[in-house]
Nanobody, 123 residues
Framework: QVPLVESGGGLVQAGGSLRLSCVAS????????MGWFRQAPGKEREFVAG????????YYADSVKGRFTISGDNAKNTVYLQMNNLKPEDTAVYYC????????????????WGQGTQVTVSS
């Protein structure tokens, strides 16, 4: 088990910024690829960003490229998602996920999930 706990969500105006954090407890996730996903009401959960276990490779959905940055701190067992220039369409519950192997964009590939944190962007 790799318990994951997200934090940092909230309400922000369009154009604003938030930084989400995901802490893994119980086991170091230095050998896990990490991903951020989001799910808006009535929509499928979708990939947002991913980072390889070494931290050397990052991946982004086209919709967030240039605005969001994923990073990790193995010493703190924490992965971050810095979100800048937020838009109303970014409103969703954001989930952190972990998997063995490389980062992928499919929710089905991830074995461990956090409980999610709500991000609401007002226009």
């Amino acid at each position: 088990q790799v318990p994951l706990v997200e934090s940092g969500g909230g309400l922000v105006q369009a154009g604003g910024s938030l930084r989400l954090s995901c802490v893994a407890s119980g086991r170091t996730f230095s050998r896990y690829a990490m991903g951020w996903f989001r799910q808006a009401p009535g929509k499928e959960r979708e990939f947002v960003a991913g980072i390889g276990w070494s931290g050397g490779s990052t991946y982004y959905a086209d919709s967030v490229k240039g605005r969001f940055t994923i990073s990790g701190d193995n010493a703190k067992n924490t992965v971050y998602l810095q979100m800048n220039n937020l838009k109303p369409e970014d409103t969703a519950v954001y989930y952190c996920a972990a998997r063995t192997g490389r980062a992928t964009v499919s929710t089905r590939d991830y074995q461990y999930w956090g409980q999610g944190t709500q991000v609401t962007v007002s226009s």
